[in-house]
């Protein structure tokens, strides 16, 4: 029987075997490093959601023909303190670090600085494209749109995307402060896993093809969809998150692009939205401690952990053991890789 | 019996007799027309837990020395898109308009700009901070902490106030799109008017004083708690809204201020923050036309109304026929007015 942590490898040797499955499939050198680093970080992390698991898909989108990886991103400098990038069909994470330079030198000019991406396929977590923002000392939040698969509060038909909405933090003494949560009530995946088990689900999460609730997993599956988290209010924040993501930016709303011409197509086609803020401008030097502060009473009050806690604990285990696989995962990325 | 619209007044009647109110408590001239403004256009709209409702509450907490009605904001250019305002104790509403000016000028000059409030007390709803720079063809987006009466997710003691996040956009052919909403999963002032009506509340939003769920709103002004929204995605939104409101800023936590010498203190003692967005920067002029379009994508799917759109309906109506006031009301608000 294959244990699931059969196989333990460096962050660098995952990083270069994703990497080449990325170039055996029409990525371009640096976006193929650029997006390997990334779902590798993702498996350290363990944010398995977004890690490996997300390989098959990626390498079926490209071979849709859906997203171009060999986009090169055009960087616009459109004000002192906005940058735009177009992204040309290709992934939002070579956009973001094309423009990066420009837009953390903005924010260090002026105190804050925002980015504008479109034309972009996003299909990993968020929390990457914040955290760096606040290793550095800045605050940084971030929002995507994605593909409809949520129904608005009291609506029938999917319009929004899950949407997250990631924000990161400088926090003295220890990792930074770091959230990344989806606009809807419950993932995607979570709702195949209920549906393979036979469970229900707890009421608020979906509704099915006719727009009714349910609590059946397959019903929200087959046809049905997502309900935003909290009610009207998550419902609010999904709907922020379309007008910074896509109509802010440029890019397409979660229901508007049509990838129906690119069978195997899988990833998004919308916009990103990132604001930058030094918080070291106005002389309030003691931020990072503040933050810390906070934290700690939230702890104290009896919250089990912050957000993205987990994430560093994980991350602690793999640099220090490498990166957990399993055989059969392991030989499938080798088999993509030499395919 | 007193019929609950028994008098109706002018807009402009109802902020001069506020105005008057606030002026005979100690209140500054420039800020009594501030507050008046604000607390009356709470009113007009049916935003009635922070109408005249609040006023009892204004007048205690001046009348405790706990708020400086007096107080002139100093406002402090701190870099190309970045203003900070010291509102040396008194209301965040002066102070946000003391720097509104230079931080207009910073938007359009830049494409975006931040303003952080700190040392303000802030007693009203937020949708009156974000609403006029959406008039004005701007996105904004404003969080405020207030006092410790939301507890973290799974935690036992309050930390969090209830930290309402504001949102405005320009929407073409209509008002702007505009939601305020607490991080808490009710407004306090909606508690607050539930135990003074005597009314039970919904399940699930908040905690008598031994950290027991409770529907009773005395129970939970009584040495309770509110819980946030949404489980521990709207926790996650309570604390960024901390982190931003005052850690950033250089205000005080919800937890953190002291008013125990202040008998009859109501006002919270915090910051604020704002980021306001130039969507035109960048050469996306078709944004108000993109908002209008993903708004009526929300209406189509079933959605019963977009959040503003309420206080829209109730504003004209008012505009027409005058804000209608109890006598009862209209006759405590005279005698505050004659004290």
């Given amino acids: 029987m294959t244990k699931a942590t059969d196989i333990h490898l460096s962050h660098a040797d995952l990083v270069a075997l ?3 499955i990325f170039a055996k499939n029409g990525v371009s050198e640096n976006n193929a490093k650029i997006l390997a680093e990334n779902c590798a ?4 992390d363990g944010s398995l959601s977004h890690g490996i698991f997300r390989m098959a898909g990626y390498v079926s989108s490209l071979n849709s023909g859906w997203v171009d990886g060999k986009a090169v991103p055009e960087v616009e ?38 980015l504008a991406i479109r034309r972009s396929h996003h299909f ?23 593909m409809a698969c ?21 926090r003295a003494g ?18 195949q896993i209920a549906a393979r088990a036979g469970h229900d689900l707890k009421p608020g999460m979906g509704v099915d093809r006719d727009g009714q609730p349910t609590n059946d997993p397959k019903a929200i599956l087959d046809g049905g969809a997502l309900l935003p988290f909290g009610g009207h209010k998550g ?36 916009g990103q939205f990132f604001i930058v803020i030094d918080p070291a401008r106005g002389g309030n030097d003691v931020f990072a401690e503040r933050v810390a502060g906070i934290c700690d009473l939230v702890l104290e009050a ?25 055989t059969e995962n392991y030989e499938k990325l080798k088999a993509l890789a030499n395919a």
């Fill in 150 to 170: 949520v129904v608005p509060h009291g609506g029938k038909k999917a319009v929004f995307g899950t949407n997250p909405v990631a924000f990161a933090s400088p």
């Fill in 77 to 114: 400098d459109v004000g002192p303190a906005f940058v735009r990038v177009d992204a040309k069909g290709g992934f939002t994470q070579p956009a973001m670090l094309a423009a990066r330079p420009l837009l953390i030198e903005k924010v260090k000019q002026n105190g804050v600085a925002v």
């Fill in 302 to 326: 009896g919250q089990e952990r912050l957000p993205g806690d987990r994430r560093h604990v994980t991350r602690a285990k793999a640099e220090k053991d490498g990166i957990p696989l399993s």
């Fill in 41 to 44: 970080s993702c498996e350290r």
């Fill in 18 to 20: 994703l990497q080449k």
């Fill in 174 to 191: 220890a990792a930074p402060f770091v959230f990344d949560q989806a606009s809807s009530a419950i993932a995607h995946g979570d709702v």
């Fill in 235 to 270: 419902n609010s924040i999904a709907l922020m998150v379309e007008i910074l993501s896509a109509a802010l930016t440029g890019g397409y709303f979660s229901g508007e692009f049509d990838w129906s011409g690119h069978k195997g197509a899988q990833t998004p086609f919308t």
């Fill in 124 to 146: 990993s977590a968020l929390w990457p494209d914040v955290e760096p923002f606040a290793d550095e000392g800045f605050v940084a939040l971030s929002v995507v749109n994605s």
